[in-house]
């Protein structure tokens, strides 16, 4: 969002004003970070085989990325994804691991998946889907 006093900027419509920022800008301001001894490492979250080339493709590159946040599941394995950070040594971190409610055929109660997972979330006392 453009920066200013204003938490949501928005123009004379109620549509909210955006910046543009490029990432690569943002991850010089990152490697000053690790350069002080601020973080261990950097990574970056939803960032597809692309973006990741950006970066490691940047002139003057100190880090590269160390992982890769993304949604990643049975029903979304990403595996052209996954193949592309192996190859890069970048450490791809799973979120939703499960599955995620997004797509209703995710949740189809039949599934045997989910048939297992609401067993062993019954046996443990947790509601399932």
């Known amino acids: 969002m453009k920066p200013g006093e204003e938490l949501v900027p928005k123009d004379a419509n109620g549509e909210i004003i955006l910046d543009t ?3 690569r800008d943002t991850w010089e301001a990152l490697e000053k970070c690790k350069d002080a001894r601020l973080t261990k490492s950097i990574g ?6 692309k973006q990741l080339e950006m970066i490691l ?4 590159l100190k880090y590269k990325t160390v992982c890769n946040q993304v949604e990643c599941h049975p029903y979304l394995n990403q ?12 450490v ?6 499960l599955g995620s409610h997004r797509d209703p055929k995710w949740v189809e109660r039949e599934r045997t998946s989910l048939r297992v997972l609401n067993f062993v979330a019954s046996r443990s006392g947790f509601a399932s889907f």
């Open 57 to 60: 493709n940047k002139p003057g």
């Open 44 to 49: 970056v979250s939803n960032f597809n085989h």
């Open 21 to 23: 920022v490029d990432f």
């Open 79 to 90: 595996s052209k994804l996954l193949e592309f950070c192996n190859t890069k040594d970048i």
């Open 92 to 97: 791809v971190v799973a979120y939703s691991a």
